[in-house]
């Protein structure tokens, strides 16, 4: 327990330093101009550690320059902003695992309200990767007893065009309520992904891969 702790603590402390390496490259001259801000990367990151899909990093790292090819100064900066990436999502991903208490997403300070605008850039990165995997969001919208979960988010989306649901005086409170109510979305669903998974190791469907680490369909092996 406590050596999980300490290495939850360094991935924590790694991505809040890969997070001033990631803003330094965004605000550069020389960075693609689609590149994510730091709030927008974090919900990025966010959405492909909860999504049940693991998406393989060829489908999504380029989107987190907008889909350019990014242009570095050298490669010791190419390889300080890429790692930077990994390390956010690892402490991410800690503060997760840690829950309540532990995790928020960025466009949330400690104390007092966040900045809508923010929060609107956190939903238009984590977005990025919902439209990669719509099945998934169709799935949660659909389904009674998790709608719930999606329920924070709407109010944030953007259109086609980029927009978001007009902010109004008979609405902005709602807004903040469900800003607010974002981070334990979070934490559900991420809950509802490793419900899934454990399911599915304890009940392998005949076809796919046995959990034994063998390889060789569950059919053939382990059923």
């Known amino acids: 327990m406590l050596s999980a702790t300490i290495a939850s603590n ?42 049940p899909k693991d998406l393989p990093i060829k489908l999504w790292f380029l ?42 997403p960025l466009c949330i300070p400690h104390m007092g309200r966040p900045s809508l605008d923010d929060v609107r850039d956190w939903v238009a990165g984590f977005w990025k990767i919902v439209t990669l995997h719509p099945d998934w969001w169709i799935g949660l919208i659909t389904d009674p007893k998790l709608r719930m ?25 709602q807004l903040f309520e469900h800003a607010g109510a974002l981070g334990t979305a979070v934490l559900v669903l991420d ?12 009940n392998p469907a005949r076809n796919a891969r046995c959990p034994c680490g063998s390889g060789r369909k569950y059919k053939h092996c382990c059923a």
């Open 10 to 51: 360094a991935a924590i402390a790694g991505g809040e330093r890969a997070l001033s390496v990631w803003r330094a490259y965004a605000q550069s001259g020389h960075a693609p101009t689609g590149t994510l801000s730091p709030i927008a990367l974090d919900g990025f990151l966010t959405v492909l550690l909860v999504c």
């Open 149 to 173: 979960t999606t329920l924070p988010f709407l109010g944030f989306i953007p259109d086609s065009d980029g927009g978001c649901m007009a902010e109004t005086d008979e609405n902005r409170e």
């Open 191 to 202: 809950r509802l992904k490793k419900k899934r998974a454990a399911s599915a190791l304890a």
């Open 63 to 104: 989107r987190v320059w907008g889909d350019s090819v990014p242009d570095f100064t050298d490669e010791a900066e190419r390889d300080a902003v890429t790692e930077a990436v990994i390390a956010i999502r690892d402490g991410i991903a800690a503060n997760i695992t840690l829950g309540r208490g532990h995790y928020r």
